[in-house]
């Protein structure tokens, strides 16, 4: 069983950088594909960014692009979640999940929560303004 745990959650100002850190034990990391939820207050769940198995391919949901970056390290079986520029409306519940589903070859990245099989249990991002 797979079990990812986030942290580096917390409270910060507009315009303030937060890194998000997602630890993984169980199965093989390197065989996982990865990515990073978000869910605001009265809000559905949204996908925030994707990582392939290699860490080579990336793709990023439109209100994040330039402003995070998602990076892995899979001798640390860890994923990372840099958050820059942060805004308002990035105040979320911040969830990692993974997927054993390889798309390598495709222009497709996995951005649906059921398209992933292992999650997290969240961390809080509060961006006061």
């Known amino acids: 069983q797979v079990q990812l745990v986030e942290s580096g959650g917390g409270l910060v100002q507009t315009g303030g950088s937060l890194r998000l850190s997602c630890a993984a034990s169980?199965?093989?990391?390197?065989?996982?594909?990865l990515g990073w939820f978000r869910q605001a207050p009265g809000k559905e769940r949204e996908f925030v960014v994707a990582?392939?198995?290699?860490?080579?391919?990336?793709y990023y949901a439109d209100p994040v692009k330039g402003r995070f970056t998602i990076s892995r390290d899979n001798a640390k079986n860890t994923v990372y979640l840099q958050m820059n520029s942060l805004k308002p409306e990035d105040t979320a519940v911040y969830y990692c999940?993974?997927?054993?589903?390889?798309?390598?070859?495709?222009?497709?990245?996995?951005?649906?929560?059921?398209?992933?099989?292992?999650w997290g249990q969240g961390t809080q991002i509060t961006v006061s303004s």
């Open positions: 990582i392939r198995q290699s860490g080579v391919r990336t």
């Open positions: 169980g199965g093989t990391f390197r065989s996982f594909g």
């Open positions: 999940a993974a997927t054993p589903r390889y798309y390598s070859g495709t222009n497709y990245y996995p951005q649906r929560t059921d398209e992933y099989d292992y």
